[in-house]
């Protein structure tokens, strides 16, 4: 099973609403990313959780906070967002080896 | 520090015809490569990846890949294309160790690719 599930599919949120983005692997798979994906741009890499423990913030703005309670699972709070922000939030797992990254199927994201 | 550079941000191509999608990278060391396929509204999808040992890397979808270290290139092919390969391509090579087994990747700015009946 190399499946990387996301949810919701589509959320829309007005700038005081306080959500969440959920992300699962069931892989076994020890790094855990979340990406932010504008229209035609390439993912622009946001954290970076290694065996549970942030290991890269991206100077990502405090309005969004990661949390990866346990090694399948990777949260995205998000709080007090601005227009733009709407974009495609993408999570993706990996192993030390392979080094491939594998990518869910995103949340899209509308802040209004 | 790593770095890829597409050329294209559009190539069209008839059903049926070469596919060919251009990919260069910089790396300091020798680079892991990967090529991605993302289709509107979902995540993306690996297709392949160069890693060590053989430079002509086969993929899914009949997609495969030359690394070229003399060319620092890394071109995408596929014999005939089908309606069913349009899509958006990114080609990405293997960042900054981002510690406990995790690594960045560092992508290129994509090439949608359109298919002409």
């Known amino acids: 099973d190399t499946e990387v599930t996301q949810t919701p599919k589509h959320l829309v949120m007005g700038m005081t609403n306080k959500k969440s983005l959920k992300c699962e692997q069931h892989m076994g798979h020890r790094a855990m990313y979340w990406y932010k994906q504008k229209a035609k741009k390439p993912p622009e890499l946001m954290f970076v959780?290694?065996?549970?423990?942030?290991?890269i913030n991206e100077s990502v703005p405090s309005r969004f906070s990661p949390e990866c309670p346990n090694s399948s699972l990777l949260n995205l709070h998000l709080h007090a967002l601005q227009p733009e922000d709407s974009a495609l939030y993408l999570c993706?797992?990996?192993?030390?080896?392979?080094?491939?990254?594998?990518f869910g199927p995103g949340t899209r994201l509308t802040v209004t | 520090a790593q770095s890829v550079t597409q050329l294209g941000s559009h190539v069209s191509v008839s059903e049926g015809a070469l596919v060919l999608l251009r990919c260069n990278y910089s790396?300091?060391?020798?680079?892991?490569l990967f090529w991605y396929v993302q289709y509107p509204n979902q995540g993306l999808q690996l297709l392949l990846k160069y890693t060590t040992g053989a430079t002509l890397v086969k993929g899914i979808n009949g997609f495969e890949a030359e690394f070229k270290k003399s060319e620092t290139s890394f071109h995408l092919t596929k014999p005939s294309a089908h309606m069913s390969d349009a899509a958006e391509y990114f080609c990405a090579v293997l960042g900054s160790y981002s510690g406990a087994g995790s690594y960045q990747l560092t992508f290129g700015k994509g090439t949608k690719l359109s298919v002409i009946p």
């Open positions: 959780y290694s065996y549970e423990k942030l290991s």
């Open positions: 993706a797992s990996s192993q030390f080896a392979p080094l491939e990254q594998y």
């Open positions: 790396s300091s060391v020798p680079p892991y």
